[in-house]
């Protein structure tokens, strides 16, 4: 069998109401050089079922189900160890409650990185939609690398379920910190940051779901400290290290006021990038 040019991660868990969307996003890729990678992690809802129907329709998904939930750092464990069992050089990450509502994503992010060798990261824009699907805004992040690595310590630059990256470059880093709780993504993307040039595609190319239980006040705290910890450790790598202890600050004791305020931000980038 030969080598596919991308793998593309998932970690699951009790998602049977949403993982049929994932995969069918997938699915319909106009990009189909791909494997598909899912790690269960002991789902006791409809979960495995579905996979398993899909596993029947196309030999592209391989299917691995954990005998016992490992909870937040089984997460982490699971997606190092897709990105271990996979068989390309380039990788792709899809939440299973997340779906790509572009079904050019994988096509022109694999354009981008193979015409752009000094890239290692590639990103895009993502509609951030309630549990129940209804859209709600565009999550518009810096594109240009120059941008992204000026706002990398005020902001994560990269939405999870946008990303595409050469694994060779994560290797390096030995892929995601199981220390990172709540934060393993932001912590690769500052590692790779330091080494490689990095990109957003401005374009919303995912939906993005906010679920009731990401909102819960003791795990949003949880998230604060240890994006905190991450910008502190690489104040030093980074410009603009004391505007975002400022703005981590207001994310922290003003949650509500920072969203709004940031909402109309999103609202000028956006018109500004389609002007």
């Not at 994932?22 to 079922?49: C, G």
């Not at 030999?59 to 909870?71: F, P, V």
């Not at 000028?268 to 002007?275: A, F, P, Q, R």
Request: aromatic share 14%; with cysteine; net charge positive.
């Amino acid at each position: 069998m030969s080598k596919p040019k991308i793998s593309i991660i998932m970690s699951t868990y009790n998602d049977a109401n949403f993982i049929r969307l994932s995969i069918e996003s997938v699915l319909n890729q106009t990009f189909t050089d791909w494997e598909f990678i899912i790690i269960d992690d002991a789902s006791t809802d409809n979960t495995a079922k579905i996979i398993n129907k899909y596993l029947k329709k196309d030999t592209r998904i391989r299917y691995l189900r954990n005998k016992k939930n490992n909870g937040y750092k089984g997460f982490i464990a699971n997606l190092n160890r897709g990105i271990n069992l996979s068989r390309s050089e380039l990788i792709a990450r899809l939440d299973s409650d997340d779906f790509w509502s572009d079904n050019a994503k994988l096509e022109k992010q694999y354009e981008f990185m193979k015409k752009n060798k000094s890239y290692g990261l590639v990103g895009t824009w993502a509609s951030a939609i309630y549990e129940n699907g209804n859209e709600f805004c565009t999550i518009a992040r810096p594109v240009t690398s120059v941008d992204i690595k000026n706002r990398m310590l005020i902001e994560n630059a990269f939405i999870h379920s946008t990303v595409l990256f050469r694994k060779k470059l994560a290797k390096k880093f030995g892929y995601y910190d199981p220390n990172h709780v709540y934060v393993e993504d932001y912590g690769l993307w500052l590692r790779l940051g330091k080494i490689t040039c990095l990109y957003n595609i401005p374009k919303e190319m995912i939906s993005y779901r906010v679920r009731d239980e990401s909102l819960i006040q003791s795990k949003y705290k949880k998230h604060i400290n240890a994006a905190e910890n991450l910008i502190l450790k690489y104040r030093h790598s980074y410009p603009n290290y004391a505007k975002a202890r400022v703005v981590w600050f207001i994310r922290r004791y003003y949650p509500y006021w920072f969203r709004a305020y940031t909402a109309n931000k999103l609202k000028e980038k956006i018109l500004n990038y389609k002007t």
